[in-house]
Every structure is written in structure tokens, then in C-alpha cells.
């Protein structure tokens, strides 16, 4: 394992909370607490990776423990299915260029190496999660529209929170507070040009942008852009009606000087 991704599994394990508590209430009125329990795995970043890191770095390494790793993933992947899943499906052929199952893409994709999952479980049931690795990505650089600068970042890949568990704030929690604030700003330390956070949005997912735009994100110089608006007009009374013409996704970041 390189010693900079050994470093970075080192923050994620410090800087995310090993268990999540939030009270709620039952059909009749008595309060419940619901305590989700971390398990951190991660993607080997290349096949010489052979550290058994569960008792040194208290993370699960995919490669020697794939039958759990897998376990893992299909969860997320389920947990994505019922937010996005309807996304997915209808984007699956642009995104990955072939006509697949999304969730075979998907999990292809979830298996590229660096990817960190930070993984929060209610008595065996996936409660939250997120996924992001340590990469290089050009397009953040202010003026950088057309891609020529490359800048290391943590580039967040996901973040979902179960329908029992939300409305307590934990997604803003994992993303504000442990990645940006936590593993972000201790990765600048150590990494030189390192630049921030960076994501991929689904250009409708308006409840996932606001949030991110409330955290300080914004859209990237290299992001797609909105195409000029269209004039349809109407079948009766000659009326017309302007079309916004978003692009399937855009891409949000977060600069940390």
C-alpha cells in the first residue's frame, strides 16, 4: 500500500464518527434511538495490495475480503437503486456508452481502485453511506474549461442516507463535517496543489443540489453547461412555452485554499 493512500485511509477512519445516534419516534409517541455502526472498506489501488488492514486500520481490504466486500457493495448499490435508480436507468446508456444493466455498470464502476466506502449499518441493515477516492481530475481550476489542468482532489462518488434514518441530518453530517471539513482540510496538509472536493450531480436532482450549494459548492469551469433555452409552442391558442435545456449532470465542487 502506498504510504499517501495508507495516510488517507487514516483520516477516514479518524475524521468520520465510528457510530451515528439520532432519537425518532414510534406510532405511538415513545421515543427510539437508532445507533448505526461504521465499517470502512476500501478498493485496492493495484494488486500488489496485500495488507490485511482490518485490525491495523480498522478498514476491510476488497481484494482479501471480497465475499464481504461484495456484500457491501450490493447493498449500496441497492440503496442507490431506490433513490437514483430511475435516473440510472434512463442515463445508463450515455453514462457508460454500452446497453447494460445499470447495476452492472454501477458496480463495475464501484469496484475502481482507490474507492473508499464509509458504511453506517442498523442491526445488519445499510443505514448510510458514502463512497470517494483520492484522485487527480482536471476541469476545477478556475479558467480550466477546457480540461488542461490537473489538480489532486477527493472526488465524492456517493452519498445516501436510508429513508428510516433521514431528516436528521445525516448527510449533511458525513459530507460537511467528516469529509469536507475533516478528511479534506487534513489531506491539504499533505498533499501538495491538492484542491478540495469535487462531485458529479444529476442536473434534476435538485434536493441533492441544494444541498451541496449550501455547503459552499459550486459549478466546476470544466462542468457541462446549460444549452440555450428552446421555444415550444403550445398545440392550442398559439401560446409559447421556453424549454430549459439542462445537461444530464453537472459537476460541483468545493475549493479549499
Known sequence: ???MFQHFLNLCVEKFPESIEHKDTDGNGNFTTAILEREIIYIPEDDTDSIDSVDSLKCINYKLHKSRGDQVLDACVQLIDKHLGAKYRR???IMYGNRKPWKANKLAEMKSAGLVYVCYWDNGVLGAFTSFMLTEETGLVEGDALHEVSVPVIYLYEVHVASAHRGHGIGRRLLEHALCD?????????????????????????RARRLYEALGFYR????????SPTIRHTRHGGGRVVVPCDPLYYVYCLHMP
Open 1 to 3: 500500500m502506498a504510504p
Open 91 to 93: 442515463a445508463s446508456r
Open 182 to 206: 475533516g478528511v479534506a482540510r487534513h489531506t491539504r496538509r499533505m498533499c501538495d496543489n491538492f484542491f478540495g472536493v469535487a462531485l458529479t450531480v444529476f442536473s434534476d436532482n435538485t
Open 220 to 227: 466546476a469551469p470544466g462542468s457541462p453547461a446549460p444549452a
